[in-house]
Nanobody
Framework: QVQLVESGGGLVQAGGSLRLSCAAS????????MGWYRQAPGKQRELVAI???????NYADSVKGRFTISRDNAKNTVYLQMNSLKPEDTAVYYC???????????????WGQGTQVTVSS
């Protein structure tokens, strides 16, 4: 059984910062990409930032220069440092990890339960 547990969401004023964490646990053989998605009310889930196992990163245009994704592979943990937050960043943020639980079965995407981020104006 694999679990992705997120933490760090909350309420912050515009211009403020938050740091999200997501730890993967369970019978994990290897982790490929780890990243963050978000879903605002009435909108589709969208990619925020993603990090490959090799260290390359990709960001949504709307967060470039403000958000930074990082990983601690020894802890199977991914972080999202969010600075200069805007009201439009308000959403439920979901952690995602593409990982393998056996060497035979290809990697599969797992999701966290989501953490609410609210930015007040």
């Amino acid at each position: 059984q694999v679990q992705l547990v997120e933490s760090g969401g909350g309420l912050v004023q515009a211009g403020g910062s938050l740091r999200l964490s997501c730890a993967a646990s369970g019978s994990i053989v290897s982790i490929n990409a780890m990243g963050w998605y978000r879903q605002a009310p009435g909108k589709q889930r969208e990619l925020v930032a993603i990090s490959s196992s090799g260290g390359s990163t990709n960001y949504a245009d709307s967060v470039k220069g403000r958000f930074t994704i990082s990983r601690d592979n020894a802890k199977n943990t991914v972080y999202l440092q969010m600075n200069s937050l805007k009201p439009e960043d308000t959403a439920v943020y979901y952690c995602a990890a593409d990982l393998r639980i056996t060497i035979v079965i290809p990697a599969k995407r797992y999701w966290g339960q989501g953490t609410q981020v609210t930015v007040s104006s």
